[in-house]
DNA sequence: TATTTAATAGAGGGAACGCTCTAACTATAA
DNA sequence: TTATAGTTAGAGCGTTCCCTCTATTAAATA
């Protein structure tokens, strides 16, 4: 008898999701046809099928590959560095964005623009995001609460909101370059760096 | 003879472009089907084809008009209200998209949202995003630097560039019901004030 | 009224779609 | 070596897609 490879058959999965992810990327989710991710991982269409159920469930492993990744990298960052500033955290990750090289499991803002605009249709995949969003909410509030308590932090912002604040502002700059592409990001982070710093900052403003 | 009439048949486009609207947000831009759309607009396929050239056409007409909208309503507010702060700006413009009623050519957040990512990979929609993103900034900018001979800005600010922030963060407010739809919008909207306020505020940090 | 043309309907062509199915190949366990 | 089952290929089914085409009706000028 022969046993089934859970190693190799990982590797494949990965290898097609990467496929998917080129294609995605300039054709969005619907735009992109089996058959060009076929093409692309170099596989038949029935191939494709042992490994995934259905287009569908290729976008849903695709987002939730992108997505764990974002919060794995925050808690990264913490962790290596425990004393880090919310504004310091917040340009470690804009920098991580700028890097040319587009690395393994990073998504490109392409793709979470995709996430996100399925998400607005497909319940599932709005649950996704909700998830994703607890969770790193609940990493910063945590972060938030304890640099209060050190003084840091402006002690009458509440937590949990000040957090969803914070990640809104992250998701706006991801949309920057879009707005304007010759944004000089650089600059721009430091103006960003700024206003987290003023927004956190327990002198009274 | 028989002439065209104008006011008609924009009329009738109108009409088409709302029931696309409607479609393309339960489908998106590619999941909408031109019957869907003709089904919903109660017309037929060829009469549609009157119209729009193509489908294309149609999602950039629809970019197009929701696009301008934004725009326009900023202007509007500013005149209407001179001294208006930029944080009460903002605060008037949330406001609009927590009314009820969708309003005629209001583009709910969805279809924003659609647009952007269609963007990512669609260079005239690009074209069509940096030309309004442009517009806007430059109404902030003139408003910022007005605020800064006041004294009501901080002057060591690069207005265009506070501009582009203000518009990111604006953004990421948009995306706010999708992240967490249970968030107390009113009270985040309270955050948000506090934020830009901080953030312009001549006084040192 | 006669004529011209805009406005509309709807069938269906050609292509592409997602997905299934059969069948061959290959590597491992017995 | 042989049997078993994981791995792969690719044809093609049924559907849906965007769009074109022809035909009919409605309206406005001459």
Known sequence: MRKIDPVKHEEKRRQILQAAGQCFLSDGFRGASISDICARA?????HLYHYFDNKEAIVAAMAEMGIEYATSRIRQIMEADPDITL???MERLAEDKLRRSPGP???PYQLFLEILAEAARNPPMAELIRRHTR???????????QSQLRGHTDPSL?????????????DGVRLMP?????????????????????????KRS
Do not use: N
């Not at 170099?42 to 029935?46: A, E, F, L, N, T």
């Not at 944004?183 to 760096?193: I, N, Q, S, T």
């Open 87 to 89: 504004s310091g955290l």
């Open 105 to 107: 499991d990073r998504m």
């Open 135 to 145: 969770s790193i909410q609940k990493v910063l509030a945590d972060f938030l609460r």
């Open 158 to 170: 509440h937590p949990e909101e000040a957090a969803l604040v914070v990640i809104s502002i992250m």
């Open 42 to 46: 170099d596989i038949s269409p029935g």
């Open 178 to 202: 879009l707005r304007d592409p010759t944004a000089d990001v650089p600059r721009m982070l430091g103006v960003l760096k700024t206003l987290i710093d003023r927004f956190l900052s327990p």
